[in-house]
C-alpha cells in the first residue's frame, strides 16, 4: 500500500460503535488512512469496509494492521470507547508504549474546535432532535457535516458530509455520558432534559444536573441556548424555552391529530407559523421538532423549507419506528431505556390508537440504572395493558444482587405482565398476535425485531 496517498492515519478501539464509526468515515473522507478493531461483525461495519475502511475482529496485538503499526506512535491518532475494557491486549500495548490515546469524546472536540458547532445534549431525545436538525439544513440549502447518535431514515448513514468536508459547520450528538459534552465548545445548543441517569458516572442527582449546567456554560456570550421550559439552566448565551403547549419562548400551538399525523403552528414571541405537518409520530417527537426548528430559523432556514423538511423528515431508526404499519396490525421499536423515555413513548403510542391493547416488550439496559431507578420504570411500564419484560442487558456491568426483571414485574401494575426470554417473546406474539404492538429497550432486543415483524406479518 502506498502511503504517500494518504494525509494521515487513525485507528480505533471500537470502532463499531454509532459514535466511533461516524468519526471513522469522517477521517476517511478527509483522506486518512482508517483501520480499527471490533468485537462482531455488523451492519454498520459491513458498510465502513466497503468504504475500504480496514475492520479486524482478533484483539491481539498481532492483529493491529501493518500500515498502523509499522508507524512511529506519533505518526497515528489512537481513539478507543469507553466501552472497552482497561484490560484488552491492544489498549493494555498501546498504553504500556506511550501512545497517546483519546477518548471518543477528546477526539470529537478536537474535530469541532474552531468550527461552528450546533450541539444537541439531553437525557433524551438528542438523537431525533440533532438528526432533525441537520435535516431542516440541508432541505433549506444549509451545508453542514453531522455526527449522529443514531441511523438516519431519511439518509440511512450516522455521519452526513458536507459538500467541503472542512465545512465550518458541524451538527454534533453531545452525550452526556462521561461528562463526554464538556469536551466541546457549541456556538448554538439544544438541552432537550436533563432527567437523572448514568449516576454510576456521576453519583447522584444533583451532580447530574451540574453536568448539564457546565455543558449550558460553555456557550459563548454570542451564541443560543434552546432549552426545554422548566430547566432553567444558567448560560452567557441568548436563552430560549421551548415547549408543546406550555409557556416556551418556542412552542406548538393548536395541535390536532390529522390522518395519524400531528399538524400545529409553531409560535415565537412574534412569529405564528401555521399548519406545519410533522412527518414522525409521538407527542414527544414535537417537542423535539420545535426545538430542531428554533435553531434551523435563527440558521437562516426559510419558513417554506422548514415546513417541507418537517413533513418530510423519516426519524432515525430505533427511534418511534414503525415495523409493521396496517390496517390490521401495528408493531413500532423505540430506543428508550430510560423511565422518562418510556412514559412519553408508551403515552404517544395510546394517543395515536387510544382504543387499541397495548402488548408491550421492554429490555431493561444496565442493573445499575434498573436498581437507581426501579420504581420509576414500574410507573411508567404500569401504562402498558400488556407489560412482558425480558432479563436485565448487563452491557459494561456485572450483576446486582437483588436487581432483576422479576423484581421490577413485581412493581408493575400492568394487567397483564411476565418476564420472557427473547425467544419466549416472539413465540408469545406469535401465539397472540395483537394488534398494537412495541417494543422498547437499548441493549440488544433489536436483534429479535426481524422476527417479530415475520410472526407479526404472518
Known sequence: MNKTSYIGSVYFLGIGGIGMSAIARY???LGYYVAGYDKTPSPLLDELQALGIEVVFDDAVAAIPAAISSLPLTEVIWVYTPAIPKSHPQFVHLQDQGANLLKRAALLGQITQGKTTLAVAGTHGKTTTSTLLAYLLRVGGVDCTAFLGGISTNYGVNYLEAQNVESSLIVVE??????????????????????ADHLDIYGGAD????????????LPSDGMLIQKEGLNLPSMARTYSYSVEGHGEYRAENIRIEKGTYVFDLVTNDTRIHDLTLGLPGRHNMENAVAASAIAL??????????????TFKGVKRRFEYIVKSDAKVYLDDYAHHPEELKACISSVKELYPKETLVGVFQPHLFSRSRDFMDDFA???????????????PARELP?????SEALLEKVQSPVKMVLSPEEVVAYLEKEQPKLTLTLGAGDIDRIVPKIKEVLKQ
Request: glycine letters at 6%; charged letters at 25%; proline letters at 3%.
Open 400 to 404: 446486582i444482587e437483588g436487581v432483576t
Open 298 to 311: 435563527s440558521m437562516g432556514v426559510t419558513r417554506d423549507d422548514l415546513a417541507k423538511g418537517l413533513a
Open 27 to 29: 477521517y476517511h473522507a
Open 207 to 218: 451532580a447530574f444536573r451540574e453536568g448539564f449546567e457546565a455543558f449550558a456554560k460553555l
Open 174 to 195: 453531545a452525550d452526556e455520558f462521561d461528562r463526554s459534552f464538556l469536551q466541546l465548545r457549541p456556538n448554538k445548543a439544544i438541552i432537550t432534559s436533563a432527567d
Open 379 to 393: 410507573k411508567s411500564l404500569s401504562l402498558l395493558d400488556v407489560c412482558i419484560l425480558m432479563p436485565i442487558y
